[in-house]
C-alpha cells in the first residue's frame, strides 16, 4: 500500500524537509535517507507458528529438545479436545517471530483450533490460504476466514483487512473509514502498526476529520513501542508545533533516539531544533556536527541539501573554516519490553510483541 505523505514542515529553516528524501541506506548500517513508512514493527509470534517452526525443523532432521516435544505433543492434545492452544517456550516463541505457516501437517491442527475459535488460527489459515499454500482451498474462503479471524479480534488480522480497506480489494471498494475501524481494534491490542496508521490517518485526514492533535498521540503511542517513523513524524510535528505546542527539547531528544538507532533523519532533526532556540549560538559547534553527520551518512540527496544548508548556517556563525568541537554525549535505547495479546475466545497468549521505546527518556540518570 502506498502510504500519504505527513503535511509538510512549516520550520523557519527549512532543515526538517531534507528528512524526506528518500529511503536509501547509507554505509555503517545507517539509514541515510527517510524512514520507510511501509516496513512493518509488528512482531507476530503465536502456537500455531511455533508448531510450524519446529515441524519444519523436524521434516529438516533436527532433533526436537524435550521442552519443544512436550510443546508439541500439548499442541496436538489440546487440538483434539478442544482445549486452548498452549504456550510455546520461550525461545522457541522467540524463534517463530512473524513466521508464516507452510506445514500441511500444521494446516490440519489448525483446522481444529478454528472449531473453538481460536482468533490467531483462524488468521494464521487464511493468510496461508491467500498466499496459495492449502492445496484445494480457493481464496474466496480465504477472505472469509480472515474477515472471522478480525471478528474474533485477531490483531493481525484486523490490521491487514485495514490495510485491504485502504485500496479496492477482494474485500470491496475503498473505504477508508472502515480501514480505521479495524485499525482501532488492532490498536486496542498495542498493534504498533496500527496505532501508526491511526496517527497518519488523524494527522492527515484520511478516512476522519483532520485532527493533528489526536494523530500525534497515536504516534507517540507507536513511538512508545518502538515505531521507526512515528517517532521521526511526531518528532517532525513537535518541532513545528503542529498538533501540540512545540518543544524543541523533546524534538532534539527524539532526534537523538533516531541517531542511536541509525536513522540519519534524526541528526537533522536534532539540529533543526537547536538551530531554533533562542540560544542557539551556544550550540553552534553540535548543529555543525550533526549537518556534517548528516552530509557523511546521508543518501544522495541528503548530501546535496546538507551541502547547500551547512555552508549557509555556517556563515550564520561566522565559523565557516572552523571545525566541529563537539564530542556527542551517549544516548541509550530504552530497555526492550514485552507485551502479550491473549485471545478473548480461548485464553491462548498469541501475538506477542517485544519493542524498544524511542518515546520516553531513558538517560536521565546519566
Known sequence: MKLRAFSKPMLG?????LGAVGASSAPDTLNGGFPDPARRHHQRSNCHGAYDLVVTRTLNGVSQSFEEAKFVDAYEANAA?????????????????????????TFYQLTQYVQQNDAAAYYELAFATLMGRVPDIGMNIGFDTLMEAA???DPSANFLVG??????SKLGPKDEGKAMEHFLIAAKTEHVDALFMLGLMHSEGIGTKKDPKKGLEYLKQAAERGHV??????ASMINNGIGVKRDLDLAYRLGRT???DGEVVGAVIAASA?????DVKQHQSEILHWLDFAQAHGDAKTKAEMSRFRPQVASIFKDMNAPPAYT???VRICPQRKVCYVDRSTGARNSCHTYTDYWNDCNTTM
Do not use: Y
Open 328 to 330: 556527542p554525549r551517549e
Open 274 to 278: 537547536l538551530l531554533q532556540r533562542k
Open 13 to 17: 529553516a527549512a532543515l526538517l524537509m
Open 229 to 234: 517513523h512515528a517517532t521521526f513524524s511526531a
Open 151 to 153: 471478528r474474533l479480534g
Open 163 to 168: 490495510t485491504l480497506r485502504m485500496q479496492p
Open 258 to 260: 533516531l541517531i542511536a
Open 81 to 105: 479436545a478442544g482445549q486452548p492452544c498452549p504456550t510455546p517456550p520461550d525461545t522457541l516463541q522467540i524463534w517463530a517471530i512473524n513466521r508464516d505457516v507452510v506445514n500441511q501437517e
